[in-house]
């Protein structure tokens, strides 16, 4: 059984034209899957599993609590 959540994180990173925060994926994915289940926590949780696995990238910004910002590994290549 495929994971909707993850499914959901890369097609959201594939459209963006810009890297994304926690915040603006979990709103979208709320809109998407319309599942009460769907936490920031899970929501975080799955982005932490893509960026270990090499398919996304991510990096904390800002002082304090401060924000993640999210974007494809694969964005800014250049391509030949």
């Given at each position: 059984?495929?994971?909707d959540i993850?499914?959901?994180v890369?097609h959201i990173?594939?459209?963006a034209?810009?890297p994304?925060e926690?915040k603006?994926?979990?709103?979208e994915?709320k809109?998407?899957?319309?599942?009460?289940?769907?936490?920031r926590?899970?929501?975080f949780y799955?982005l932490?599993?893509?960026?270990?696995?090499g398919?996304?990238?991510g990096?904390?910004?800002?002082?304090?609590?401060?924000?993640w910002?999210w974007?494809?590994?694969?964005v800014f290549?250049i391509?030949?």
């Amino acid at each position: 059984m495929g994971d909707d959540i993850k499914d959901e994180v890369i097609h959201i990173l594939d459209r963006a034209m810009e890297p994304l925060e926690t915040k603006e994926i979990e709103d979208e994915i709320k809109n998407t899957i319309k599942k009460e289940s769907v936490t920031r926590t899970k929501v975080f949780y799955r982005l932490n599993l893509l960026r270990g696995e090499g398919k996304i990238k991510g990096k904390f910004t800002g002082p304090g609590k401060g924000v993640w910002i999210w974007w494809r590994s694969d964005v800014f290549k250049i391509k030949k």
